[in-house]
T-cell receptor, first 115, second 110 residues
Framework: EPEVTQTPSHQVTQMGQEVILRCVPI?????FYWYRQILGQKVEFLVS????????KSEIFDDQFSVERPDGSNFTLKIRSTKLEDSAMYFC?????????????FGEGSRLTVL | QQQVKQSPQSLIVQKGGISIINCAYE??????FPWYQQFPGKGPALLIA?????SEKKEGRFTISFNKSAKQFSLHIMDSQPGDSATYFC?????????FGTGTRLQVFP
């Protein structure tokens, strides 16, 4: 069964360092998302991406964050200068038709720990 | 306005019992209401979903009840099993994003 894969599963970084989280969405999907989940809290929307551009972003997704799809398969989230409060589980998700049906397929997440 | 309130935070049910999780929202622009199930160390997975023009949807042991006028919806798990032990999130769709509830940790004991 096709699945969304994410790497790394866990990354530890120092505050102020750049981090890139990588995702390989399901191959025929067209809409891509990043969500994050701070430990024990709810899942929060960060950004949606379609047709090689951001379609929507949340207040959390400030200038420190960026996304790109460099090679038609990978979908990356970059945090330029990490802060302690960026520590969370980051989930990539993809969907063939957009969030219209709510059927987002999530990866297993990348845990980011900022020290 | 963009919040989805979920309760209870945790739920303990005996095997065979009924698990009920409730959610409420304010934003009438929400137009799709999925429930996601999350096991430890895994990403959320779609369990069941409903549109606001339907009052109830059933899939196997899982049922969503939807009350549009009250802006509330709930998940009922009939004949709860230990394998149902997980965290459950309700969500609501607005434009191209899902707004998630705060989650309910369900534990089903044999």
């Amino acid at each position: 069964e096709p699945e969304v894969t994410q790497t790394p599963s866990h990354q530890v970084t120092q505050m102020g360092q750049e981090v890139i989280l990588r995702c390989v969405p399901i191959s025929n999907h067209l809409y891509f998302y990043w969500y994050r989940q701070i430990l024990g809290q709810k899942v929060e929307f960060l950004v949606s991406f379609y047709n090689n551009e951001i379609s929507e972003k949340s207040e959390i997704f400030d200038d420190q964050f960026s996304v790109e799809r460099p090679d038609g398969s990978n979908f990356t989230l970059k945090i330029r200068s990490t802060k302690l409060e960026d520590s969370a589980m980051y989930f990539c998700a993809s969907n063939r038709e957009g969030a219209w049906t709510g059927e987002l397929f999530f990866g297993e997440g990348s845990r980011l720990t900022v020290l | 306005q963009q919040q989805v309130k979920q309760s209870p935070q945790s739920l303990i049910v005996q095997k065979g019992g009924i698990s009920i999780i409730n959610c409420a929202y304010e934003n009438t622009a929400f137009d799709y209401f999925p429930w996601y199930q999350q096991f430890p160390g895994k990403g959320p997975a779609l369990l069941i979903a409903i549109r606001p023009d339907v009052s109830e949807k059933k899939e196997g042991r899982f049922t969503i009840s939807f009350n549009k006028s009250a802006k509330q919806f709930s998940l009922h798990i009939m004949d709860s099993q230990p394998g149902d032990s997980a965290t459950y999130f309700c969500a609501a769709r607005n434009t191209d994003k899902l707004i998630f509830g705060t989650g309910t940790r369900l534990q089903v004991f044999p």
